[in-house]
Nanobody, 125 residues
Framework: QVQLVESGGGSVQAGGSLRLSCAVS????????MGWFRQRPGKEREGVAG????????YYADSVKGRFTISRDNAKNTLYLQMNSLKPEDTAMYYC??????????????????WGQGTQVTVSS
């Protein structure tokens, strides 16, 4: 089992920045992929950024490329999402996910079998 706990959400004005953290614990020996997703009211959960744990390759949704950066600190067992130049449309609940499955892409929601409880990000104009 893998446990994920997000933190760092909050309210910020458009153009501002936030850094989300996801503390990872438990048996991560089989997880190959970690990612950040978000869910807006009435919308499906969507992939924001993903990182493959073995090779460190990163992937981003087109809507956040150039503004968001996913990274991980293995020594601290923590996944991060640095969010810059935030826009009102970035307002959502943000979730950290971990996957030990091998189908789909980094953005395939069903590929992730572990989720955190989420942290709210609100961007005002």
């Amino acid at each position: 089992q893998v446990q994920l706990v997000e933190s760092g959400g909050g309210s910020v004005q458009a153009g501002g920045s936030l850094r989300l953290s996801c503390a990872v614990s438990g048996d991560t020996s089989t997880t190959s992929l970690m990612g950040w997703f978000r869910q807006r009211p009435g919308k499906e959960r969507e992939g924001v950024a993903g990182i493959y744990t073995s090779r460190g390759s990163t992937y981003y949704a087109d809507s956040v490329k150039g503004r968001f950066t996913i990274s991980r600190d293995n020594a601290k067992n923590t996944l991060y999402l640095q969010m810059n130049s935030l826009k009102p449309e970035d307002t959502a609940m943000y979730y950290c996910g971990a996957s030990s499955r091998w189908f789909g892409t980094w953005a395939t929601t069903d590929r992730y079998n572990y989720w955190g409880q989420g942290t709210q990000v609100t961007v005002s104009s």
